[in-house]
């Protein structure tokens, strides 16, 4: 039973500079939430998708954007870099539903430079 | 004030011992509750969950819910050192809210 697989594990980046990090739900699962999660910090909540929508977002600006292809996988995007979005993000996937239970995937540590 | 408190620790234990970590959250609305475990540099893996007040028991840990008080705790009987690692409460009305953890360090 595959978990949630998220790629790449490691990511370096320069301010200005734009990412996208990929994450595959476990098997199952059809919904997709993202997290930033600072060092010494529980994760913040980013949003969420399903059915290829996003359904919930957290307080992030709008250079955090999102999407989810029909295979339900998902990609987080991040523009113009800043310092201090160095973190590990997080993908964690569900089933559809009121308050179901999140699987995390091992994150992705991005550092900017 | 933050949505999810946590004790931030380190909370220390001697093997054998019963752990208790403790969380408070401010929405009412919140209607689940989540434990994860962290261990450093690892990703959060799921311990617990409970949706009623009361207790809820899965092997050596417990949660209780709270709901009047706003609380929410897990217990760990027979503490190992495997489970020394930052534990995390989350909080769910719609999105998922996470306390910033408690460190437990369970001593040999």
């Known amino acids: 039973d595959a978990g949630v697989t998220q790629s790449p594990t490691h990511l370096i980046k320069t301010r200005g500079q734009q990412v996208t990090l990929r994450c595959s739900p476990k098997?199952?699962?059809?919904?997709v939430s993202w997290y930033q999660q600072a060092l010494g910090q529980g994760p913040q909540f980013i949003f969420q998708?399903?059915?290829?929508?996003?359904?919930q977002r957290g307080n992030f600006p709008d250079r955090f954007s999102g999407h989810q292809f029909p295979n339900y996988s998902s990609e987080l995007n991040v523009n113009a870099l800043l310092l201090g979005d160095s973190a590990l993000y997080l993908c964690?996937?569900?089933?559809?539903?009121?308050?179901?239970?999140?699987?995390f995937g091992d994150g992705t540590r991005l550092s900017i430079l | 004030q933050k949505e999810v408190e946590q004790n931030s620790g380190p909370l220390s234990v001697p093997e054998g011992a019963i752990a208790s970590l403790n969380c408070t959250y401010s929405?009412?609305?919140?209607?689940?509750f989540f434990w994860y475990r962290q261990y450093s540099g690892k990703s959060p893996e799921l311990i617990m969950f409970?949706?009623?007040?009361g207790d809820k028991e899965d092997g050596r840990f417990t949660a209780q819910l709270n709901k009047a008080s706003q609380y929410v705790s897990l217990l760990i009987r027979d503490s190992q050192p495997s489970d020394s690692a930052t534990y995390l409460c989350?909080?769910?009305?719609?999105?998922?809210?996470f306390g910033a953890g408690t460190r437990l360090t369970v001593k040999p």
């Open positions: 989350a909080a769910q009305r719609g999105d998922m809210r």
């Open positions: 964690a996937s569900s089933l559809r539903g009121r308050d179901q239970p999140q699987h």
């Open positions: 929405d009412r609305g919140s209607q689940s």
């Open positions: 998708y399903y059915e290829e929508e996003e359904r």
């Open positions: 098997s199952g699962h059809d919904t």
């Open positions: 409970i949706y009623s007040n």
